[in-house]
């Protein structure tokens, strides 16, 4: 591929946003949001005509193929069409504009961070200074700019601003603290880097945590202040002294665990655990303290040596790789699962604090826990058949470690898991339908998800692996769902379990299912040979299984199996497999 076959899809995607940015005003004023919707309609044209321009620069238009040819038609009318479509339908386009701003904003933030952590990761072994400056100064920017943008914190150097365009509620009122904390922590660090092991890197670090400190206890707004209690505060400074210790006993390097944990422990107690609304002074003590420790600690020891540097690149390369991830889960799950917890152990308001009221409370109520009527349990077929299921797979294991070990053992192979996990399975099934209540269907729920999701993902995945030939045909067919919008599946989905009269003509597929099944449970000869089939398949089954249990083979397949279609034949031959 030519340099100018390269660089078409650039130029074409670059062209295409400034002609979107300008032809948008003179298209729609629903929206009249000045410049911001120009850049909507700017990353708009970008994305359709980049990832088009892409694809005709990968498309080889004298392939002779038809399949090709009209491939490579598509890819050229695609785009055409599409940009016919939006200025035709500006007010609409409007909002598909917005959301592709959006995520050209999200990707470029995502992948400029990626790859500027990289290059710094890269300098790490060259430079260490650099690095360390450098990341300190992110570091501290980042922390600022949250603090300062949750209006905690007064204007560093004034709340006046009559350009608009200064310090105050202008565009440097918002960037003078970031910068601030990070020329202040940048040279620290640059200056801790330089200086040979001792008490001046020390000093040099605890006098930048002491400066911040003082800048941002005088600066809190009053309603942010703490009040402290120097009772919590020496209570969870000693805390979290010994849980640094603790974290540092196979150093035996104390000092530095026991420095970070006193600084956790007192900003905990002074910033979380504490009233607002204290004095100047007790801000710049509640801000001081925790950063002259953790300056201290920065400055406490030497610079890594290579063997440490290759560790740290490793290391580092991993949280890089990991970081998004567990960021985004954190986020969006454990955060707000701890959040929920403790909630739970509050009033309506999320103020008092009430214990376990709420769980007594749950547990008392029956449309929330009923255990009334456990005793049916026991005489479930599905305990029954969970019973036999994890009595087979018990016996089965003991049969196994027999054979292959010549003692008395369990042996955990194929077909003894599978069928005890089967079994455990089923039993849960019996407890839950006996058990009532919102709690015990959200265990359902959770059980029954988790365990069929994952199993049929797995089934799947190995079926369109061993598809052969038609193995892109079979991963279509499984990634095509992803392409329908949640809205579009939810009501395919209700569909599916729309239920109405027996009589009449069903249009859930389940439901009609349900509904053949009692006609043909009530029928004459295909009410027989559908007996005769499910025991031909069970008594196949068995056929199947008792051969590859005397070669100590895995038969769980095969006993599950017969179990099923020996439990389908006595319920098509005692009562109505389906409903009518």
């Keep these: ?59 080889d238009f004298s392939a002779s193929h038809v399949r090709d040819r009209l491939l490579s038609g598509f890819v050229v009318v695609a785009p055409i069409f599409l940009t016919w479509l939006i200025l035709g339908n500006a007010t609409d386009a409007d909002r598909v504009a917005s959301t592709l701003w959006t995520v050209v904003l999200a990707v470029s933030a995502i992948g400029g961070i990626w790859i500027s952590f990289n290059f710094l990761i890269d300098k790490a072994k060259t430079d260490w200074r650099l690095f360390a400056s450098v990341l300190a100064a992110v570091i501290a920017a980042g922390f600022f700019a949250i603090v300062r943008g949750n209006l905690g914190l007064y204007a560093l150097f004034t709340d006046q601003d009559p350009l608009e365009l200064f310090s105050g509620t202008g565009f440097l009122g918002h960037v003078e603290w970031p910068v601030t904390g990070a020329v202040i922590w940048g040279a620290a660090l640059a200056g801790i880097t330089t200086l040979p092991k001792g008490p001046t890197r020390i000093a040099v670090g605890a006098g930048a945590g002491a400066l911040t400190g003082w800048l941002i206890g005088a600066n809190l707004k009053p309603w942010v202040r703490p009040q402290l209690e120097w009772t919590e505060l020496i209570v969870f400074a000693l805390l979290g002294a010994a849980l640094g210790a603790a974290a540092r006993w ?153 054979r292959r070990n010549g003692v008395q053992s369990f042996e955990r192979t194929g077909s003894s898991v599978a069928t005890l996990s089967l079994g455990t399975l089923l039993l849960l099934f019996a407890a839950f339908s006996v058990l009532r209540g919102t709690f015990f269907n959200n265990l359902w729920w959770v059980v029954t998800v988790t365990t069929l999701s994952t199993t049929l993902g797995l089934l799947i995945a190995v079926l369109a692996e061993r598809a052969g030939r038609l193995e892109s045909v079979a991963k279509a067919l499984i990634f095509m769902p992803m392409a329908v919008s949640f809205v579009g599946a939810s009501i395919v989905w209700r569909l599916q379990y729309q239920a109405r009269d027996p009589s009449k003509e069903q249009t859930g597929v389940l439901n009609f299912v ?18 005769a089939v499910l025991a031909a398949l069970a008594a196949l089954m068995i056929y199947k299984a008792i051969p590859r249990a005397r070669a100590a083979e895995s038969f769980a397949v095969f006993v599950g199996g017969a179990i099923v279609f020996a439990y389908l034949f006595f319920e098509l031959a005692n009562r109505s497999l389906g409903g009518c």
């Design 514 to 531: 349900w509904v053949e099944l009692g006609k043909l449970s009530h029928s004459g000869w295909p009410r027989v040979l559908a007996l």
């Design 250 to 402: 196979r150093s035996r390097n104390w000092i530095p665990g026991i420095a970070i944990g006193v600084a956790l422990g007192w900003t905990w107690a002074a910033f979380f655990t504490s009233d607002f609304g204290g004095s100047e002074a007790d801000a710049r003590l509640a801000a001081i303290v925790p950063l002259v420790l953790l300056g201290a600690r920065l400055g406490w020891g030497s610079n890594p040596d290579f063997s440490m540097l290759a560790r740290f690149d490793n290391r580092a390369r991993a949280a890089i790789f990991l970081g998004p991830a567990l960021l985004f889960l954190t986020s969006a799950l454990a955060i707000p699962a701890i959040i929920t917890i403790i909630l739970s152990f509050k009033d309506r308001r999320g103020e008092e604090l009430l214990g376990f009221d709420n769980y007594e409370t749950l547990f008392r109520d029956a449309d929330s826990f009923d255990v009334s009527n456990w005793s049916n349990l026991f005489t479930s077929q599905l305990f029954v058949i969970a019973a036999l299921l994890i009595g087979a797979g018990i016996v089965i294991g003991f049969t196994s470690g027999v």
């Design 1 to 59: 591929m030519t340099l100018g076959r390269s660089f078409a899809p650039v130029g074409a995607a670059i062209i295409a946003a400034v002609v979107f940015a300008l032809l948008r005003p003179g298209l729609t004023d629903v929206y009249d949001i000045g410049i911001t919707g120009q850049l909507h309609w700017a990353a708009a044209g970008l994305v359709l005509w980049g990832v088009f321009g892409f694809a005709i620069s990968q498309r």
